[in-house]
Nanobody, 124 residues
């Protein structure tokens, strides 16, 4: 029933910025952990960042200081603001949600719901 839809992906020059949005529907999202993963060509899916139900933020070391994740008051939207983008940030980015916990983790298997993904390409 829960649906996550990402938007905002595209092509950007290295050093530029891009904002990804995730719109969630079909659930209450009370105390849901939500966040973002990404998968680059030839690589495994990896954690990017997450937000707790209370607003706590968590980031992978590779994006810390460059990416900012936030959550709306309604708890049904998640934003990933990306700055100082690098070619290695090129990947398909997925929005995720877990109704069982309020704090996100970097464990892929935690999340019950995944969006369709949006492509981010960073050119040098």
């Amino acid at each position: 029933q829960v649906q996550l839809v990402e938007s905002g992906g595209g092509l950007v020059q290295a050093g530029g910025s891009l904002r990804l949005s995730c719109a969630a529907s079909g659930g209450t999202f009370k105390q849901y952990a939500m966040g973002w993963f990404r998968q680059a060509p030839g690589k495994e899916r990896e954690f990017v960042g997450g937000v707790s139900w209370s607003g706590g933020r968590y980031y992978a070391d590779s994006v810390k200081g460059r990416f900012t994740i936030s959550r709306g008051d309604a708890k049904n939207t998640v934003i990933l603001q990306m700055a100082s983008l690098k070619p290695e940030d090129t990947a398909v980015y997925y929005c995720v949600a877990d109704p069982k916990v309020s704090v996100p983790s970097d464990y892929v298997g935690q999340y019950d719901y995944w969006g369709q993904g949006t492509q981010v390409t960073v050119s040098s």
